[in-house]
């Protein structure tokens, strides 16, 4: 079972058996150096035993190079003599001022809390070191202050250390003649690649030889400190009495300096074989599992305890019962704060090792390809709630399980998240999960087999047969293509009608998004049909050959996912995102939605009937006014001159089989790029979708597309429009030609735009922090593929409206006359960075950015390598930009305001 963590009791909580009532409210303090305090007293006060707890969340995970197996030789140590010392800064010092008195020179912690009455132990894992102590509650404070005190402010002794490096030594060879403990820590080091979770916690014995006093307090003092601790009491304890030991001695310490982020695990699935002095083979099969609090950590937790957790279970009942090709066997899973790990151990013959794993796989496929009975399922769920229930009864498994949720998650509240998410798993959500995490083609199998029956040939033939096992089953019917994995770990494939689909794997949080595109959009709308681009993407997720408008967004919405057409002006599509245990079932509704969308005569007619009261309603925005007669001033004919939204003329015009015939035309499938990226089986994605569009009849269907549509001529000499509405305010769109998608100046322009339109830009500061002319001023760009332009927004009120336009003007011409100084471009760099940086978090960010570049004809590196063409950069390319762009002869002004009153 899993180790999970389980909240104390509440009103608020689950309603499980065992859950006590005889607890006061829960005590939840942060000291001032970011150390966290959890009381959960008990009544009456005095009474009963009590836990004391102390969490530092730093394990074997936080060791630098040269510290590996440092936090667990620093847990032995903390049990050696801590010198009390004199002086103000002493521990006798720090023990007085927590109302602990003590008259010896040196006190050992275990007898300190025996002599108290109370028994104490520690663990170290990846993730954390926990020194756990029971004692009487009315010495509980007490308690906290001895264990608080060694384990914060340890001795230490170069002697004693010698003496405890030779100890740890011993319990480290004792770990090595365990084939158990040997085939599980093979199996890590493939499911963990270079993550430090693929590390012994103990570290190895060449290593532990060679620490030092010295290095054991530098890693001491990076880990044990500030936000990293915290100190848990559950029990019938004098809640004051611990607030002054915390204070005293927890809070001493200084805060935590931040850590490096921890990289993913990056797993090296395959077969690692050993000939060894066993008298039985020893298998253990690994996969990769969702971290602590991932969505699907209850599902894959049921999916261990139906596989192997018990007598009942498939594993004992197929594998050892009625095939009989194991002897012992059993499964379940490890969660960690950054990986979890799905692990089946097993033992049997040497003769049977092959058929043992091929056993073993087969009931792991079996959970992926049908659901778990009702039956099965039950048993799961009562199995993990009971470690729920049986935490419960003891104040130790109460202070446990605050501690673990403090410091894996820092949210108290996640474990009821975890219990929730248990009782509302179905069948299928386990099947789901199961297709997702456990495909045999990602196991990591360790073997150790006994010497003496097996030869080096036999070994290499077991080994050859465990490989192929692993190997996908074949599928039946052709061949569909097969995902190439590029340089930049971008996966493609082409599929036989045109159709470029690209993957971004990133599988850490179980989310996925798509956009399915296509280039066109408005520049590729006739006139007449003003509006046809916008309707026909609207349109797309209301209604298709396989389900109808409301049905699909009842779906989609069931799902907590996301489906929507969007219109821009250079391309057309759909994007979609959910959560990954989802994705095959909104990618199918996509697809079907691309293939055969209907355009149904009554969705047209309520589409249409809200944009025209969308353009309507923009006459009441003087904002939106200004900047549609500014991009009319500037592109003239170009459709890019039209709203988005389309004209009323084109709206009235459109009807049902005129989009089916501009879809057809302008949009084949095979125009069109789907990009991927999250949590996703990219070759099951591209079998998906070559399966869909052989359904629809379009699986081999190559089209070329309307092709380009006409460039773009540049109006020239400058224009000027004003526009006249009785507004408080007017409102300014300044605007001049810009540059192209792909022009290698975008990053420049990006930072001639945060120079002057950014929050503390030039324009904001002049008009509005020194003039007070304006409440909010803004410079942007946009590139379509054709042309873009670069302009200047601002709204002022009517008598102010000559000074705002004299004040841009006049940052225009700076602009134009000087450089930017060099801190101005290293904000505006440093801003762009990190809004890119944010983007990136977001899987539909990293699909958007994966679609457009290829629908563009862009390479891919130049999308994700913005941070480094932005810091490229330099003050004098933003200059000559600026002297490119703002010429006064291919301006463009559009004034919205009031009309001047006579006299």
Wanted: glycine letters at 8%.
């Amino acid at each position: 079972m899993p180790d999970l963590p389980v909240s104390p009791p509440s009103p608020r909580g689950l309603d499980l058996p065992g859950a006590a009532t005889q607890f006061a409210p829960l005590v939840d303090e942060r000291l001032a150096n970011g150390a966290r305090l959890l009381i959960l007293p008990g009544r009456p006060a005095g009474a009963g035993p009590a836990a004391v707890q102390l969490w530092v969340g730093s394990g074997t995970a936080a060791e630098r190079e040269d510290e590996h197996g440092c936090a667990h030789l620093l847990e032995h140590m903390l049990f050696k003599p801590c010198v009390l010392g004199h002086g103000p800064k002493s521990n006798r010092a720090r023990l007085a001022a927590a109302g602990v008195r003590r008259a010896e020179e040196a006190f050992d912690l275990a007898g300190a809390i025996e002599a108290l009455g109370g028994d104490i132990n520690a663990f170290t894992s990846h993730d954390e070191t926990v020194v756990h102590v029971t004692t009487p509650a009315a010495r509980a404070a007490e308690a906290a202050a001895l264990v608080a005190t060694a384990t914060l402010f340890p001795t230490l002794d170069p002697a004693t250390l010698g003496q405890e490096r030779e100890v740890v030594i011993e319990e480290i060879k004792q770990y090595d003649d365990d084939p158990g403990q040997r085939v599980t820590q093979a199996a890590l080091s493939r499911v963990y690649g270079a993550h430090a979770y693929a590390r012994p916690v103990l570290g190895l014995a060449e290593e532990v030889a060679g620490h030092s006093a010295a290095r054991l307090r530098g890693y001491h003092r990076r880990a044990y400190a500030g936000e990293r601790l915290t100190l848990v009491a559950v029990g019938a304890v004098d809640v004051a009495a611990l607030r002054k030991v915390a204070r005293a001695i927890v809070g001493a310490l200084p805060a935590a300096k931040r850590r490096a982020t921890a990289g993913e695990p990056a797993a090296k699935p395959g077969v690692t074989l050993r000939r060894a002095e066993v008298q039985e083979t020893y298998a253990l099969l690994a996969w990769p599992a969702p971290a602590a609090g991932a969505a699907e950590a209850a599902a894959i937790d049921a999916a261990a305890v139906v596989l192997g957790n018990g007598e009942s279970s498939r594993l004992v009942a197929e594998t050892r019962r009625k095939e009989q090709v194991v002897s012992d066997i059993q499964a379940h899973c490890d969660t960690l704060r950054h990986g979890g790990t799905v692990m089946v151990s097993a033992r049997t013959t040497a003769g049977q090792t092959a058929a043992a794993v091929a056993a073993v796989l087969a009931q792991v496929r079996r959970l992926a390809d049908a659901p778990v009975s009702a039956e099965e399922l039950a048993r799961a769920k009562a199995i993990l709630e009971s470690d729920l229930v049986y935490r419960r009864e003891t104040v130790q498994g109460q202070a446990h399980a605050l501690g673990a949720c403090a410091t894996l998650f820092g949210d108290l509240a996640r474990e009821r998240e975890y219990y929730a998410a248990l009782a509302a798993l179905t069948p299928e959500a386990v099947r789901s999960a199961c297709a997702r995490w456990l495909d045999p083609a990602r196991a990591s199998v360790s073997l150790e087999l006994p010497r003496a029956e097996v030869d080096v040939q036999t070994a290499r033939s077991i080994k050859a047969a465990v490989a192929e096992a692993l190997k996908p089953a074949p599928t039946p019917g052709r061949a569909g293509a097969t995902p190439r994995r590029a340089s930049d770990g971008i996966e493609t494939v082409t599929l036989a009608c045109g159709l470029r689909l690209l993957a971004r794997v990133e599988p850490a949080v179980p989310v996925a998004a798509g956009w399915l595109i296509w280039p066109g959009g408005l520049r590729r709308e006739p006139a007449a049909l003003a509006g046809a681009n916008s309707v026909i993407a609207a349109l797309l997720t209301r209604g298709n050959a396989r389900t109808g408008g409301e049905a699909l967004s009842r779906a989609i919405d069931g799902m907590a996912a996301g489906l929507d057409g969007f219109a821009g002006r250079n391309s057309l599509g759909l994007h979609f995102e959910c959560l990954s245990r989802h994705f095959p079932a909104v990618l199918g509704h996509a697809l079907d939605c691309a293939t055969t969308p209907k355009f149904a005569a009554d969705e047209l007619e309520e589409e249409r009937r809200v944009a025209l009261q969308d353009l309507a309603a923009e006459v009441d925005d003087p904002g939106a006014v200004a900047s549609r007669g500014l991009n009319a001033l500037l592109y003239g004919e170009h459709p890019f001159s039209r709203p988005g939204r389309g004209t009323p003329a084109g709206l009235r015009a459109l009807t049902p089989a005129k989009l089916r015939g501009l879809w057809r035309r302008d949009y084949p499938i095979g125009q069109a790029v789907l990009a991927l990226a999250g949590d996703i089986d990219v070759a099951a994605a591209a079998a998906q979708v070559e399966a869909a569009l052989r359904e629809a009849g379009l699986g081999d269907r190559l089209s070329e597309g309307p092709g380009a549509p006409k460039k773009f001529a540049a109006p020239t000499g400058p224009r000027e429009r004003e526009i006249f509405q009785d507004r408080e305010q007017a409102h300014i769109a300044l605007g001049w030609p810009g540059i192209a998608v792909g022009d290698e100046r975008e990053p420049t322009l990006d930072v001639l735009s945060a120079v002057l339109g950014g929050q503390t830009g030039r324009l904001f500061t002049a008009l509005r922090e020194v003039q007070g002319l304006v409440y909010e001023v803004s410079m942007s760009s946009v590139e379509g593929l054709d042309a873009g332009h670069v302009a200047i927004h601002a709204s002022t009120s009517q008598d102010k409206l000559p000074k705002a336009m004299a004040a841009i003007a006049a940052e225009v011409e700076r602009a134009v006359r000087e450089p930017p100084s060099a801190a101005e471009v290293e904000r505006a760099k440093a801003w762009l960075v990190g809004q890119f940086e944010l983007g990136q978090q977001r899987r539909s960010r990293m699909a958007s950015l994966l679609a457009l570049s290829e629908v563009y004809g862009l390479p891919r590196a130049r999308a994700f390598a913005y941070p480094q063409r932005v810091a490229a950069v330099t003050a004098e390319g933003v200059w000559a930009l600026a002297r490119t762009l703002f010429r006064p002869q291919r301006a463009a002004r559009c004034v919205v305001r009031a009309r001047r009153r006579k006299g």
